[in-house]
């Protein structure tokens, strides 16, 4: 089994940035793509970012140009970098590998 484990989130000012990660034990080895989905309260989930197990990247175009999707294979950790927030990427973000869900991590933009 697959417990994706996201953390990093926080507080952080509009145009501010911060790093959310997901580590997945075994992800190398398993050979799985890893995407990114937000849900905001009230409202539906709705999916960010993909990374490939070979590295390909792919957005929504909601972040595109604001948000950087990655992978450390060694730590068997994703990360995705948001930059330049706004007040509607507020939201619990929420990783998936191998079709596991993580428990997700807050994301709050606040001035």
């Known amino acids: 089994q697959v417990q994706p484990v996201e953390s990093g989130g926080g507080l952080v000012q509009p145009g501010g940035s911060l790093t959310i990660s997901c580590t997945v034990p075994g992800l190398t080895s398993k050979n799985c793509a890893v995407l990114w989905y937000r849900q905001a309260a009230g409202k539906q989930r709705d999916w960010v970012s993909t990374i490939s197990s070979g590295g390909s990247t792919d957005y929504a175009d909601s972040v595109k140009g604001r948000f950087t999707v990655s992978r450390d294979k060694a730590k068997d950790t994703v990360y995705l970098q948001m930059n330049n927030l706004k007040f509607e990427d507020a939201a619990m973000y929420l990783c998936?590998?191998?079709?596991?869900w993580g428990q997700g991590t807050q994301v709050t933009v606040s001035s």
């Open positions: 998936v590998a191998c079709t596991y």
